[in-house]
């Protein structure tokens, strides 16, 4: 069940929806704001249009959502392919304009782009901190040569200032679950990783890192290319 596809359906044809909760393995439900998903460039962060700003060549924007960021790169005529796993934030996108929608997985996605954007903590879809490390491996075969791979992180330690770090695994792994009208969705794997993490796995995996903006609140914009 698309839980999270349902309540992005109700936003966006109906104009309401009920609340949507996203249920953690750290601390209590989190309210998910819908409208958040639909900002146009007056509403992003600074570190997002910067994000938007290096993007050249033939893009591919994974995890798009409804299309937010994929529009606005068409408006500047950046040849743009939007992927999402949600079938209703694909048709959602589909309606508002982005020319290039398509429910894919970018796991299994086969062709060539000259960059790969990974937005409001796209990178996470990695589930893991191994994951993070296989991803970087495999997102090569999708990125022409120079090409460069763009997503932002945070750095969660401050959720554990007033309790131990997980001892067993990585403590930016952690697990997310949706809920809906009473539905619940499947519980999957979400990873943050830390600046210092990132740096010492990009260059064990062949890449070149920058840290091209950081908020100072704990969420930085990195990018990386291909050696």
């Given at each position: 069940m698309d839980?999270?596809?349902?309540?992005l359906?109700?936003?966006?044809n109906k104009?309401?929806?009920?609340t949507?909760?996203l249920h953690n393995s750290?601390g209590e439900?989190e309210?998910?704001?819908?409208?958040f998903?639909f900002?146009?460039d007056?509403d992003m962060?600074v570190?997002?249009?910067?994000?938007?700003?290096?993007?050249?060549?033939?893009?591919?924007?994974?995890?798009?959502g409804v299309?937010?960021?994929?529009?606005?790169?068409?408006?500047?005529?950046?040849?743009?392919?939007?992927?999402d796993?949600?079938?209703?934030?694909?048709?959602?996108?589909k309606d508002r304009?982005?020319k290039?929608?398509?429910?894919k997985?970018?796991?299994?996605?086969q062709?060539?782009?000259?960059t790969v954007?990974m937005?409001?903590?796209?990178?996470g879809?990695?589930?893991t901190?191994?994951?993070f490390?296989?991803?970087?491996?495999?997102?090569?075969?999708?990125?022409?040569?120079?090409?460069?791979?763009i997503f932002?992180?945070?750095?969660?330690?401050?959720?554990?200032?007033?309790m131990?770090k997980?001892q067993?695994q990585?403590?930016?792994e952690?697990?997310?679950q949706y809920?809906?009208?009473?539905?619940?969705?499947?519980?999957?794997n979400?990873?943050?990783?830390?600046?210092?993490t990132?740096?010492v796995?990009?260059?064990?995996?062949?890449w070149?890192c920058?840290v091209?903006?950081?908020d100072g609140?704990?969420?930085?914009?990195?990018r990386?290319?291909?050696?």
């Amino acid at each position: 069940m698309d839980v999270f596809g349902k309540a992005l359906s109700d936003i966006y044809n109906k104009g309401e929806a009920d609340t949507l909760w996203l249920h953690n393995s750290y601390g209590e439900p989190e309210e998910m704001p819908l409208e958040f998903f639909f900002r146009d460039d007056e509403d992003m962060p600074v570190l997002e249009l910067q994000a938007l700003k290096m993007c050249s060549g033939k893009v591919l924007d994974v995890g798009a959502g409804v299309g937010s960021h994929a529009l606005l790169l068409q408006a500047f005529n950046i040849d743009v392919t939007a992927i999402d796993i949600s079938e209703a934030a694909v048709e959602i996108m589909k309606d508002r304009g982005v020319k290039k929608a398509f429910l894919k997985n970018v796991f299994s996605y086969q062709d060539k782009f000259d960059t790969v954007l990974m937005l409001m903590n796209g990178i996470g879809l990695t589930g893991t901190l191994a994951g993070f490390k296989h991803f970087l491996i495999a997102v090569k075969n999708l990125l022409n040569p120079g090409g460069q791979l763009i997503f932002d992180s945070s750095d969660i330690a401050y959720l554990y200032e007033d309790m131990p770090k997980p001892q067993n695994q990585y403590y930016g792994e952690v697990s997310y679950q949706y809920e809906y009208q009473g539905e619940k969705g499947k519980w999957f794997n979400w990873v943050y990783v830390d600046e210092e993490t990132i740096k010492v796995v990009a260059q064990e995996t062949g890449w070149n890192c920058e840290v091209i903006f950081d908020d100072g609140e704990d969420q930085y914009l990195v990018r990386l290319t291909l050696n």
